[in-house]
């Protein structure tokens, strides 16, 4: 079964930086896009960024130049991959919790997976 598990939420001051962490139980050859959405309260879930299996990245237009998403890193003999996404120039507007997703395909469950999130507070 698919996992995903995030890390790195927490709080920090305006103008500051956070690096979140994603880590799946999947091969890396079952992932069709891996990325970042978050929810805020009151508000619907959002892009923030994503990664295709051809490296086609796409950010919200909220978070261009300011958060960056990384590759998926592998390891293999652990049948796991990786993501980040370094956030910078943090604004209140960011604060929200963060998930990671996964589309998955040629497996026996495909579809999308989420982890269970990871909170991000930008205050002073």
């Known amino acids: 079964q698919v996992q995903l598990v995030e890390s790195g939420g927490g709080l920090v001051q305006p103008g500051g930086s956070l690096r979140l962490s994603c880590a799946a139980s999947?091969?890396?050859?079952?992932?069709?896009?891996m990325g970042w959405y978050r929810q805020a309260p009151g508000k619907q879930r959002e892009l923030v960024a994503s990664?295709?299996?051809?490296?086609?990245?796409?950010?919200?237009?909220?978070v261009k130049g300011r958060f960056t998403i990384s590759t998926i890193s592998r390891d293999s003999p652990k049948n796991m991959v990786y993501l980040q996404m370094n956030m910078n120039s943090l604004k209140p507007e960011d604060t929200a919790v963060y998930y990671c997703?996964?589309?998955?395909?040629?497996?026996?469950?495909?579809?999308?997976?989420w982890g269970q999130g990871t909170q991000v507070t930008v205050s002073s």
């Open positions: 999947i091969s890396i050859y079952s992932i069709y896009t």
């Open positions: 990664i295709s299996n051809g490296g086609r990245i796409n950010y919200a237009d909220s």
């Open positions: 997703h996964a589309e998955v395909r040629g497996v026996s469950d495909p579809g999308d997976y």
